[in-house]
């Protein structure tokens, strides 16, 4: 807990393994009006909420959908804050967009809207083969000419139903023109860390299906090994910090002590451990 947090500012606290990545991403942060918008948001969540960490114990998974963390946060990229500090630290502005939804209301949709939008389409050409035979149904509810625009819906309605113990979570992140180039190869490196499907030269699409069972495809986050080589490709746009947030050390280490509970950081650091001081 940090019921004591209004004492954050120190520079002798031991920040843990979490801390330090946690760090290492704000201090490398290229948009540092973003970088102190979520911190300052995080100290004065902990501070108003007196916020527990175990509710952060998987602040580097699920880095699309941070429900834990968004009730805490009032930012931009709310339900990615942590995904977009990561992509912040290769190019400044990342488009990101993300949306869950009944999977069959998101057929129907891209559908009934003739969307010319590669990334849906190509979120909505997952999804058929994911869901089977219920994709052909939508079709042929859509372009059934007997039925009206009522009676369509009407049926979508029912077809959802049947998919109502599942989720789409549908995640489109893009290169922005601001760039300019610059990193754009390091951008697709990191899309490529995120299982990302790459539609267009600057569009990047990550879809997947959660049901209430537990069943489901994995949601956007990096393993041991991915999330060691996106500190290095980090490293490699900005090798010295450009940031200095020693003064939020306290912050850094609600998140440093979640080893014994948060296996991905232990063997991060234990993959790292010749670089550590390097990197830290």
């Not at 004065?44 to 699920?62: C, K, P, R, W």
């Not at 190509?122 to 079709?139: D, K, P």
């Amino acid at each position: 807990m940090l019921s004591n947090l209004r004492k954050y500012i120190s520079k002798n606290i031991k920040l843990g393994e979490g801390g330090q990545i946690l760090k290492f991403l704000f201090e490398r942060c290229l948009d540092q009006e973003f970088a102190k918008s979520l911190i300052d948001n995080l100290r004065q969540a902990a501070i108003d909420n007196d916020l527990d960490v175990d509710d952060m114990g998987y602040i580097f998974e699920d880095l699309a959908f941070a429900y834990h963390l968004e009730q805490y946060l009032d930012i931009d990229y709310d339900m990615c804050p942590i995904l977009a500090l990561i992509l912040k630290c290769i190019v400044k502005e990342p488009g990101i967009v993300n949306e869950y939804c009944n999977p069959i209301y998101f057929l129907a949709d891209v559908y009934f809207n003739l969307s010319e939008d590669k990334s849906l389409l190509n979120a909505a050409e997952w999804l058929e083969s994911e869901i089977g035979g219920e994709y052909r149904e939508v079709l042929d509810i859509i372009t059934n000419p007997r039925l009206s625009k009522k009676q369509a819906r009407e049926e979508i309605d029912r077809l959802a139903d049947n998919q109502s113990d599942a989720e789409l979570y549908y995640v489109h992140m893009k290169y922005p023109e601001s760039d300019g180039g610059e990193h754009y190869n390091e951008f697709v490196q990191a899309m490529d860390l995120f299982k990302a499907i790459q539609v267009t030269d600057d569009d990047f699409v990550v879809c997947y299906l959660d049901y209430m069972s537990g069943e489901g495809n994995t949601l956007v986050d990096l393993d041991k090994e991915d999330m060691a080589q996106m500190l290095d490709l980090i490293k490699s746009i900005t090798n010295d910090p450009i940031n200095n947030y020693s003064e939020y050390n306290t912050i850094f280490s609600a998140f440093g002590d979640i080893g014994s509970r948060y296996s991905l950081v232990d063997t991060i650091m234990s993959i790292k451990k010749s670089d550590v001081e390097v990197l830290f």
